[in-house]
């Protein structure tokens, strides 16, 4: 070591140019480096050492020491320990290699967006092969963005998708290759909402005796997510199941069991015959013309469904938002009631004063609505912002937030799907749905 490099081993100043990442972050880099230039000189060596090596993991050592992680890897840092095996050890016991891997990664490139996140970054990192791991900026943003709608972890089905995805690469036309378009990234998240609901009807199947409709097993939004933390013959067939699965065979099932689940449960809200599930205020309570085009209200499940369909990629929920009253559905027809577009449209409250807004908006075949569509739904819209529909549009406001808490009781209390009911969901969903029932069945006790 050069006596220069000596002397930069054991000063750090708020200017200097190993911190410049830091400051075009905007970050306390005042307080870094407080942190670093402590009293003993060994230990203030060893923490500039660890700046200038894991910059991803500073933030979580000087604004959250009191963390047991960030208190643990200080401990060995200042006692000069071997930090890539220990890091590796403390969180999770990923490969070492996945720690190395950060070595002189700059934050700035790996994304702000692990600040608090360390251990999700790390938990995914791990689940990707070396050769498939973000190497660009725009590579770390796209990765960002698939962790943080999938959360993977790597012992489970999750982290099983998330290596699928990463190793299709991180460019638009990856995307595309499981059917999103890159704006689309967020709809990812279903894939744990698929995931856990397979992994409660496969526990439910080995729990069940041989006459699956008296038992009825709890599917709710709320609690659906089963404890995958305990290992078991339920995680090892499911682990199993999605292991030969690439990425896009895993979404299209997710896609379909998410059409399947959402049409189950608008089945069972339309059958309840409870008026406040099957029905709810229309927003514009005449039909509104504008160049021979009818835009009219859908204030019934049954209409939903119909006419709401081409929606239901974008909007999920749909049916239980415009039950809540989240949103309202309107319909576009012409002169002879043939469907043209639907959408939701949203009231928001500014300055005392309620205006509605067009939200996702769809033709029956899942294309955008074309600029004729908007522009008569906009005039149509135009009507409700009249001064003279203030005293309805805030009716319907204050009528939906009364009610939403019952609402939301009534159909957590219905979201409930009897084994046999849930086996429906997946039975066009699973590979080969028999033989999955019966290998579960043979797990039983």
Known sequence: MTPIDAARSLRLNADDKRLADFHALDLDVEAIVEWANCQNKEVKRNRIRFIETFPVFVPMLVWNSDDPFASEITEWIDDGEPLVENIAGLMGDVPPETIQFLVDKPLSLVSRKWIDDELELVFALSCVPQDNRPQSKADWTVFAEYCHAVHPVPWDASGHFFRELCCLG????????????HHELHKLHWANGYIDFLT??????????????????????????????????????V????????????FSQVLAWQSALRHAIAIAQDESNDPELVQWPALFRQPVVVNQVRVISIATIEEAMQDGAALAPFEDDYIESC???????????????????????????NGGQVFP????????????????????????LDWLRLPEQQPWLQALVSFHTARRETIRDKLDALDVLNLEAASQVLRNVVVDFDGAKLELSGLRN
């Open 170 to 181: 991180y460019g638009p036309e990856h995307a595309e290759k499981i059917g999103l378009s």
């Open 200 to 237: 409660s009807w496969a526990k439910a199947v080995i729990d069940s005796g041989p006459i699956l409709t008296t038992n009825v097993v709890p599917f709710s939004r709320n609690s659906v997510r089963y404890n995958r933390d305990e290992p078991g013959p339920v995680d090892a067939w």
């Open 239 to 250: 682990k199993k199941y999605f292991s030969g699965l690439s990425a896009s065979v895993i």
């Open 323 to 349: 039950t809540l009253g989240d949103h309202y559905l309107v319909a576009l027809k012409d002169p002879h009631g043939n469907h043209i577009s639907s959408a939701m449209i949203s009231l928001l409250s």
């Open 357 to 380: 807004y067009i939200g996702a908006h769809h033709r029956p075949n899942g294309d955008y609505a074309h600029q004729q569509d908007v522009d008569v739904l906009e005039k149509a």
